[in-house]
């Protein structure tokens, strides 16, 4: 449950100034609410992506958006990430993109997806601000995974298991279901 804090600064005693309000977010994101926006570095198969273009969440509009968020990138999480991306991967298409968020500096993600058959993109958290602002703590072995619908509402969010599959099918079914609009001329 996201709760929306609103905290106004005064002046003084008898000032009567107009400050703004500033707000800020507490916990995870909500299921139905705007999703929280994700910028960062994004590396493919082909390497890194422009440095003056990081992936945006916000620029994905009119298409839907999977997030899978892990720990970082020791041998053991190195294996399970080229399962996410396989997994998730295969889901990308025209109107799905399939992200991978690793709690990793750049240099450790640019080779995941190489030799991966499907599309996705790895986008590098390393000092795991995203992770936070999605309600994630440092788990090393927690995995969860969100579909966030075309028009920027996160529709699912649920935790992920790698080797016994809980999670994986309702994930999928979200992506189904995340088309609320018809699709984008690109």
Known sequence: MVGLALVAFGTGVGVAQER????????????????PEVVLPYFQATGPGPVDQPFRLSAELGR????VMGGGLDSVSRTEWRQVAERVGGL?????????????PAEGVLGLAVGVGTEIKF?????GRVHR????????????????ADDGRLLW????????????????????RGRTAAPPSR
Not at 20 to 28: C, D, I, K, N
Not at 95 to 104: E, T
Not at 123 to 127: C, I, S, V
Not at 157 to 176: F, I, K, N, Q
């Open 92 to 104: 990308a298409g025209r109107s799905v993109v399939a992200v991978g968020v690793v709690r990793a």
């Open 64 to 67: 839907v958006v999977v997030l």
């Open 133 to 148: 602002n999605w309600g994630l703590g440092r788990g090393p072995r927690s995995w969860a995974g969100f579909v966030v």
């Open 123 to 127: 986008l590098a958290d390393p000092d």
């Open 20 to 35: 703004p309000l500033r707000a800020g977010v507490l916990g995870s994101p909500s299921v139905g609410k705007p999703a």
């Open 157 to 176: 969010a649920g935790r992920l298991e790698l080797g016994t599959g809980l999670g994986w099918s309702d994930l999928e079914g979200a992506v189904g």
